[in-house]
């Protein structure tokens, strides 16, 4: 057996009196997307915090890459191949698409910065296109884009995104899921937090249920798509075949998002 990429081992974390996640596992290999979902504050970005080393670890251990990161800081895991993209304040809205990607390639060697640049963009053709506009002035879609890319030119192996797709228009939405498919065909690992539960299992090899910070199910994503406890009490009641006819925008009593 291989040894996953990211391995997470009964985490306990939280924010001074508070213990948020009380035993989190979680696993990642290359080549795979896996969603995180669950309530609001069931601890989804607590935990992305506490892998990349935002949040104390009080117990448990993360592995990344078969060597033991619990409490390595986040710069230094961004060097080692693990980079997150925030919710919100992911990129620098005064600086253009292209220095924001400057900043994202700071931990490389300086003479290999702008190749990587140049690489990454020609991923994302519409912010080539526009790559000496400042990201301030672009559209909510366009802007997670710009976040993901200037995470990506850091060359991670592991990326941790947290709520990509929260905000966006539906057609918005697609693009980014789009490129999630496109980054996990480079080889590249993500773990994804999201409301929109139904479409990041739909699109997860792996899915994790967190529940006041515990696991509460887990298994391929398409799985838990059709098991009937985890519909009922995370993803508003209809089963995963009639996402097309759920296309209601009321939450459901656990807080999540049903729309797809
Ligand atoms: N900086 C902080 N200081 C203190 N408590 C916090 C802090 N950040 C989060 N919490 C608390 O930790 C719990 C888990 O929060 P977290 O943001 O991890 O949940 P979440 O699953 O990401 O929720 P959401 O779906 O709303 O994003 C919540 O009770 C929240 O109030
Ligand atoms: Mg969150």
């Known amino acids: 057996m291989t040894t996953p990429l990211l391995e997470v081992s009964a985490l306990e974390a939280g924010y001074d009196d508070a213990l948020i996640l009380r035993g989190v596992d979680l696993a990642a290999d290359a080549e795979q997307i896996v969603a995180i979902v669950g309530p609001n504050g069931a601890g989804k970005s607590t935990l992305l915090k506490a892998v990349y080393g935002l949040v104390r670890a009080r117990a448990g251990s993360v592995r990344f890459d078969g060597e033991d990161v619990t409490g390595v800081r986040a710069d230094r895991l961004t060097r080692r191949g693990m980079n997150l993209v925030p919710q919100v304040d992911n990129v620098f809205p005064t600086l253009t698409i292209a220095e924001n990607l ?132 995370y993803l508003g009641g209809s089963r995963s075949g009639t996402i097309a006819s759920s296309s209601t925008s009321t939450s459901t009593p656990s807080g999540m998002n049903p729309a797809t």
């Open 102 to 233: 400057h900043v994202g390639a700071l931990v490389l060697p300086r003479a290999e910065r702008q190749a990587e640049i140049v690489r990454v963009l020609e991923l994302f053709p519409l912010l080539a296109e526009r790559h000496r506009q400042r990201a301030g002035s672009l559209s909510g879609g366009q802007r997670k884009l710009v976040a993901l890319a200037r995470a990506l030119v850091a060359r991670p192996r592991l990326l941790l995104l947290d709520e990509p797709s929260a905000g966006l228009s539906p057609i918005a939405i697609d693009l980014v899921f789009e490129k999630l498919v496109e980054i996990r065909s480079l080889g590249i690992a993500i773990v994804i937090v999201e409301q929109n539960a139904r479409r990041a299992l739909a699109l997860a090899d792996i899915g994790y249920v967190l529940d006041t910070g515990r696991n509460a199910y887990s298994g391929p994503g398409r799985t838990l798509l059709d098991d009937p406890r985890v519909v009922d009490l």
